[in-house]
């Protein structure tokens, strides 16, 4: 079956410009995250999503990000007014429930502040 | 406050020997440890994990081995064949469940032919 789809997977946008990223879960998956790795780090969590509400936004780390989810499927990441620190790889993930330790990762999208 | 810690950058091991990735965690309520696997331009991949109530568990050619007092895991891959190089996350989660995973920083792992 497939996997977990992000587009685009590479973004170059100037600073001050505002990007969207999309995330296309594992069917059925009613979980979602949202996470991001800047150059030489770990995995940071941004957002989770159980079904279309968020309950956990605490990882976002400005006013600048947010996320919706829609139908239970997919999710957008949007980053207004983008910084170059905003500059790193946008991973996302479903699991099956929250609950759910293994969670299921796309391949990301590769984001570029110039 | 790095709460997942691999102090391991990189490691190189001989082909067919034994990989030893290790993990450090300061957080005591963590409840539930995971593995994953990074290829370049992929997302990470579940490789195996370990609940809190346990000290080892073994899936294949993957061990991890888990010290609760001296809150460290340890993941053991034999043997390591060259398509085992890539970049190794720990992780972990909290009490209640997997809203979030908190990841280490990676060890990039190198199988020498």
């Known amino acids: 079956g497939a996997g977990v789809s992000q587009s685009p997977s590479n973004k170059v946008t100037e600073k001050g410009k505002d990007v969207e990223l999309r995330c296309d879960p594992i069917?059925?998956?009613?979980?979602l995250y949202w996470y991001r790795q800047s150059l030489g780090q770990g995995l940071e969590f941004l957002i989770y999503?159980?079904?279309?509400?968020?309950?956990?936004k605490s990882g976002l780390p400005s006013d600048r990000f947010s996320a919706e989810r829609t139908g239970g499927s997919v999710s957008t990441l949007t980053i207004q007014r983008t910084q170059q620190e905003d500059s790193a790889v946008y991973l996302c993930a479903s699991s099956r429930r929250l609950a759910s330790y293994e969670q299921y990762f796309g391949p990301g999208t590769r984001l570029t502040v110039t | 406050d790095q709460q997942v810690k691999q102090n391991s950058p990189s490691l190189s091991v001989q082909e067919g020997r034994i990989s030893i990735l290790n993990c450090d965690y300061t957080n005591s309520m963590f409840d539930y440890f995971l593995w994953y696997k990074k290829y370049p331009a992929e997302g990470p991949t579940f490789l195996i994990s370990?609940?809190?109530?346990?000290d080892k568990n073994e899936d294949g050619r993957f061990t991890v081995f888990l010290n609760k007092s001296a809150k460290h895991l340890s993941l053991h891959i034999v043997p390591s064949p060259p398509g085992d190089s890539a970049v190794y996350f720990c992780a972990a989660s909290g009490v209640r469940g997997a809203q979030k995973l908190v990841f280490g920083q990676g060890t990039r792992l190198t199988i020498n032919p």
């Open positions: 370990i609940s809190s109530i346990k």
């Open positions: 999503f159980q079904g279309n509400s968020a309950p956990d």
């Open positions: 069917s059925g998956h009613t979980a």
